[in-house]
């Protein structure tokens, strides 16, 4: 693959799915899983400006020889986005900056408002509704559709599981979120995601499946099919 073609690869996949890394550790009776519903007492993604996680990251795909890296995430600071407020979050792989993106929360409800990606700039009007903990229970799902881009977005609580990565063993909640073209639209990508959350800490493990059949130079087929996952190394939690 050349570097015109990964760079189309780069923009398929983060534009349609914003890789989020959140890290952390679990603390025995205080880290039980609930159904009330995401709080400041029981939040699966914990936003302050500090934070940083890192994650080990794998990624295969078709055709290619297996890549590892490291992926840092940080909080940066607040920024408002017409008048509502939101946190910047910096993702940084192998030491390149690689996404930037503005997330707001809202009664449990993560939305996000803008993603810069490669350089690329997309605003979500609506906000990108990315999870939906209003509620905590399995079978939970929810829905987000964004004309401009011409991506549909699905979600869904699956239940509860305890994993272990390299920080740690966790209980969580497992959540699979999918991104579709609309109408079949060709150029966007679908992408599988699954992440594991675990309460005061976020994200501690991700799998995401990516397939994409877009047209290049001269009318030529580009088929990408690649899977990541990441996992927790360390992290570095604020109090608020």
Not at 14 to 19: A, D, E
Not at 94 to 100: F, H, L, M, R, Y
Not at 107 to 113: E, Q, V
Request: glycine residues 6%; aromatic residues 8%; contains cysteine.
């Amino acid at each position: 693959m050349n570097k015109k073609q990964t760079k189309i690869l780069l923009l398929l996949i983060t534009i349609i799915i914003g890789v989020v890394i959140i890290s952390g550790c679990v603390n025995n009776e205080e880290n039980k899983i609930g159904e009330e519903g995401m709080n400041e007492t029981n939040d699966y993604y914990p936003l302050e400006v500090g934070n940083q996680w890192v994650f080990a990251v794998k990624k295969e795909t078709e055709g290619e020889n297996p890549q590892n890296s490291i992926t840092t995430v940080q909080i940066t600071k607040k920024e408002m986005i017409n008048n509502i407020e939101t946190f910047v979050i910096e993702y940084e792989t192998d030491n390149n900056t690689s996404q930037i993106e503005y997330v707001n929360k809202e009664y449990g409800k993560i939305l996000c408002c803008r993603r810069i990606s490669q350089g690329k700039e997309q605003n979500y009007y609506p906000l990108q509704l990315w999870a939906d903990f209003s509620s905590l229970k399995k079978g939970k799902k929810w829905k987000w559709a964004d004309n401009t881009i011409n991506v549909e977005l699905e979600g869904e609580i699956l239940g509860k599981d305890v994993i272990t990565v390299p920080a740690g063993t966790f209980e969580t909640y497992i959540v699979k979120i999918t991104t579709s073209p609309k109408d079949n639209v060709r150029g966007i990508a679908n992408v599988k995601w699954m992440g594991w959350f675990a309460k005061n800490i976020g994200v501690v493990k991700e799998d995401a499946h990516i397939y994409a059949n877009v047209s290049i130079n001269n009318n030529k087929r580009l088929i990408v099919n690649t899977h990541i996952i990441a996992e927790l190394k360390s992290y570095n939690i604020s109090k608020k």
